[in-house]
C-alpha cells in the first residue's frame, strides 16, 4: 500500500476546485505528467480528494468497493432533486433500484421504441430540407427533450405545445441551479442562479404532482404504482427523470457521433455502421470511450480504504475522471485514436470499462434505455443521411463541464441519401 502522490494543501488557500472547473481534462492530465500516475490527490470542493483516472482504480470505486465510498448525502444534487435513487445509499438505495429497475426493462423498454422511433422521424427528418448547415447540439437537444416529455411525463409537443414549452423552459432554469453557487438569495429586481432553479423546482413538482394524481397511463401510471417509501418519492424521480441533464447528456453524445462520422472519408464506416448492427454497438462503444457526456462522479470514503494500491484515508472524496479513464493505456492501445474496431478485438471483453453513465450496482438506472436513444437516433441519421462539416474548417476543440460538446458549437450539412440505393441506405 503506497501513499497518494500529490498534496490537498491547506483548508481554503489549498482548494484546486477552480483550476479543475476551468478544464477538468488538462487539470488531470497535468497532474498525471507530473506525479506519474494516474491516482493522485489534490484539493476539491475544499476536500481531500483522490482522483481516479485508471480503468483499475475506477473498477475498484465503482464495483468492488461501492460498499466503502458512498454517495455525499450532502452535495448539490440532494438539494436540487430531494431524496433519490441518485443521493442515498446503503439498504434505502437497493430498495429503490428494485423497484424502478422494472421501468426501465423488459417491455417497459420495448414499448418505449415505437415513440422513440416516431420523434426520431419528426425531429430529424427535415435536417436537409433548408440546404443550410445545423447547429447539431441544438438539433439534438430538442430531440431528447422530446424523448424525454413525452416517455416520463406523457407530455408531447404536437398535443401540449404551452405545456411542453412551460416545462422546457423550468427544467433549463432548474439545471442551472446545478452549476451555482449554492447561494438562496432574492432581492428586488434580482435573483440568483440558485435561487431561480429553486423557484423552478417549485413549480415543476406542481405540474409533476398534478400528473399524478390525474393520469394513469405510461411510466407515471406505472411509477405512482410502485411500493415507493414515501409520497413524495415518485414525484422527486420525476423530477431527475425529466432533468435537463439527460437531454444534454443524449445530445453530447450525438453531437460527438455526427462529428466522428463525418465527411466524405467517413462514408465507408456510415455505410458499415448501418448494414452491420455488430459494427454499429462498436461505433457507439467507441464515441463514449473518447467523448463521454459526463466527466465523472464522486464519492466519499466511509473508512480507511484503498484504491489502486493507494491509501485512502476515511473521510477522503474519491473522483472518477470518465475521459481519462477511458484512455488509460494499459487498456487501450491508441488511447487518442478513433478505432471502432478495437471492441471485437483486444478490447472485447473491456466494455465494462466504459463508465460514461457510471459503473457497477449505482450505474444509471436508465442505461438501458439511453442506449435504445442513441442507437435508434445514430440509426435514423445513417439511413437517410450523408453529412459533413460546413464550413470544413472549425474549432472542435471541448469544454468538459457540465456536459461535454465542442466549446463552439460545430455546424454540419446534411444531404439526404438517395432513395433508389440499393445498399441498404435507402431513405424509405
Known amino acids: ?187 428586488p429586481l434580482w435573483s440568483s442562479g440558485f435561487s431561480i432553479a429553486l423557484e423552478a423546482r417549485e413549480q415543476l413538482m406542481e405540474i409533476i404532482k398534478h400528473k399524478l394524481e390525474n393520469e394513469t397511463d405510461g411510466f407515471v401510471g406505472s411509477l405512482k404504482s410502485l411500493p415507493l417509501p414515501s409520497s413524495s418519492c415518485a414525484s422527486q424521480h420525476l423530477l431527475l427523470f425529466i432533468s435537463a441533464l439527460i437531454p444534454k447528456g443524449l445530445a453530447s453524445l450525438l453531437t460527438s457521433f455526427t462529428l466522428a462520422l463525418s465527411g466524405k472519408e467517413q462514408e465507408e464506416t456510415r455505410r458499415r455502421a448501418l448494414m452491420d448492427a455488430d459494427y454499429l454497438e462498436e461505433v457507439l462503444l467507441e464515441v463514449q470511450r473518447l467523448w463521454p457526456p459526463c466527466i465523472g462522479g464522486r464519492r466519499i470514503a466511509e473508512k480507511d480504504t484503498t484504491l489502486a494500491g493507494f491509501h485512502v484515508p476515511k473521510g477522503y472524496a474519491a473522483v472518477y475522471i470518465n475521459h481519462s479513464v477511458h484512455r488509460d493505456p494499459e487498456v487501450f492501445e491508441q488511447p487518442e485514436s478513433f478505432l471502432p474496431e478495437r471492441w471485437s478485438g483486444r478490447n472485447a471483453d473491456h466494455k465494462h470499462i466504459i463508465c460514461s453513465f457510471g459503473s ?25 443521411y450523408d453529412w459533413c462539416l460546413d464550413p470544413p474548417s472549425q474549432n472542435l476543440d471541448y469544454k468538459w463541464l457540465p456536459i461535454s460538446r465542442p466549446a463552439n458549437p460545430p455546424t454540419i450539412s446534411f444531404a439526404r441519401l438517395d432513395p433508389t440505393r440499393t445498399d441498404g441506405t435507402n431513405s424509405t
Not at 435513487?85 to 439498504?91: F, I, K, R, S
Not at 444509471?364 to 434505455?369: D, F, N, T
Request: proline residues 4%.
Open 1 to 187: 500500500m503506497s501513499k497518494l502522490l500529490g498534496s490537498t494543501g491547506v483548508s481554503l488557500l489549498g482548494d484546486k476546485t477552480l483550476d479543475f472547473y476551468r478544464n477538468p481534462v488538462s487539470f488531470c492530465q497535468d497532474k498525471m505528467e507530473k506525479y506519474g500516475s494516474r491516482v493522485f490527490q489534490s484539493r476539491l470542493m475544499n476536500r481531500p480528494t483522490t482522483f481516479v483516472c485508471s480503468a483499475q482504480g475506477m473498477r475498484e470505486l465503482l464495483c468492488e468497493k461501492s460498499n466503502v465510498f458512498l454517495k455525499d448525502p450532502t452535495d448539490l444534487m440532494t438539494n436540487m432533486y430531494g431524496d433519490t435513487l441518485v443521493t442515498t445509499n446503503g439498504e434505502e438505495a437497493c430498495l429503490l433500484r428494485l423497484s424502478l429497475t422494472t421501468l426501465f426493462t423488459g417491455n417497459s423498454l420495448e414499448s418505449s421504441r415505437d415513440y422513440i422511433n416516431s420523434v426520431c422521424k419528426c425531429c430529424l427528418k427535415d435536417l436537409a430540407l433548408s440546404g443550410q448547415p445545423q447547429f447539431v447540439y441544438t438539433v439534438f437537444k430538442r430531440l431528447a427533450t422530446e424523448l424525454v416529455l413525452g416517455l416520463f411525463l406523457n407530455v408531447r409537443p404536437s398535443e401540449h405545445p404551452e405545456l411542453f414549452q412551460k416545462i422546457t423552459q423550468l427544467c433549463t432554469q432548474h439545471w442551472h441551479g446545478l452549476i451555482s453557487a449554492p447561494v438562496n438569495v432574492k432581492v
Open 360 to 384: 457497477g450496482p449505482r450505474n444509471c438506472i436508465g442505461i438501458k434505455l439511453m442506449d435504445v436513444f442513441f442507437k435508434e437516433a445514430c440509426t435514423y441519421l445513417l439511413k437517410h
